[in-house]
T-cell receptor
Framework: SAVISQKPSRDICQRGTSLTIQCQVD?????MFWYRQQPGQSLTLIAT?????????ESGFVIDKFPISRPNLTFSTLTVSNMSPEDSSIYLC????????????FGPGTRLTVT | DAKTTQPPSMDCAEGRAANLPCNHS???????VYWYRQIHSQGPQYIIH???NNETNEMASLIITEDRKSSTLILPHATLRDTAVYYC????????????FGDGTTLTVKP
């Protein structure tokens, strides 16, 4: 199974600033996903990031607000830009694949609070 | 991916079996049923998956009805550490497929 780490684990940011979240995987993976989990809510997919191509964003999410980089097969970043209090959420990195086909592994999440 | 419906919450006594239902009436022939759980303040964790046969692993059992329109996740001897939100997801079993999470079931195991 893949082991995923995220940095930072939590942060408190001011309105109008940006935060970049890092996701590191202990093995090479083709597909990585970024999810958002607003307080008391389920997970919502932001985008799918494949190495060597532009990320694919879900409806309601745009690249200008959530730019994603995927420089290699073990690393990705998600930036939350021009933050507002509505961006306060847990952001989770996930990868596909492993022993079980179709399974996804998740990182511990980054808890973001925007004041 | 097919939509799933789960009860918002359930309680279970410690040591008893927890049976968590999921309806997926629009499931297509090549879609699998996956179960994840999310313990508070952690990322979701894969539990089990299946196509049409019942499945069992060290964590749980999965019972899928013959018409595949519903399934039940069974935790045979629930412990307090099983308190979590349980998500039932229907998707193809390729690594290219993303998981779409519904609202899940909050299972509370009580002493």
């Amino acid at each position: 199974s893949a082991v995923i780490s995220q940095k930072p684990s939590r942060d408190i940011c001011q309105r109008g600033t940006s935060l970049t979240i890092q996701c590191q995987v202990d093995s090479q993976v083709t597909m990585m996903f970024w999810y958002r989990q607003q307080p008391g809510q389920s997970l919502t997919l932001i985008a799918t990031a494949n190495q060597g191509s532009e990320a694919t964003y879900e409806s309601g999410f745009v690249i200008d607000k959530f730019p994603i980089s995927r420089p290699n097969l073990t690393f990705s970043t998600l930036t939350v830009s021009n933050m507002s209090p509505e961006d306060s959420s847990i952001y989770l990195c996930s990868v596909a694949g492993g022993v079980v086909r179709g399974e996804q592994y998740f990182g511990p999440g980054t808890r973001l609070t925007v004041t | 991916d097919a939509k799933t419906t789960q009860p918002p919450s359930m309680d279970c006594a410690e040591g008893r079996a927890a049976n968590l239902p999921c309806n997926h009436s629009t499931i297509s022939g090549n879609e699998y049923v996956y179960w994840y759980r999310q313990i508070h303040s952690q990322g979701p964790q894969y539990i089990i998956h299946g196509l049409k046969n019942n499945e069992t692993n060290e964590m749980a059992s999965l019972i899928i009805t013959e018409d595949r329109k519903s399934s039940t996740l069974i935790l045979p001897h629930a412990t307090l550490r099983d308190t979590a939100v349980y998500y039932c997801i229907v998707k193809g079993n390729t690594n290219a497929g993303k998981s779409t999470f519904g609202d899940g079931t909050t299972l509370t195991v009580k002493p």
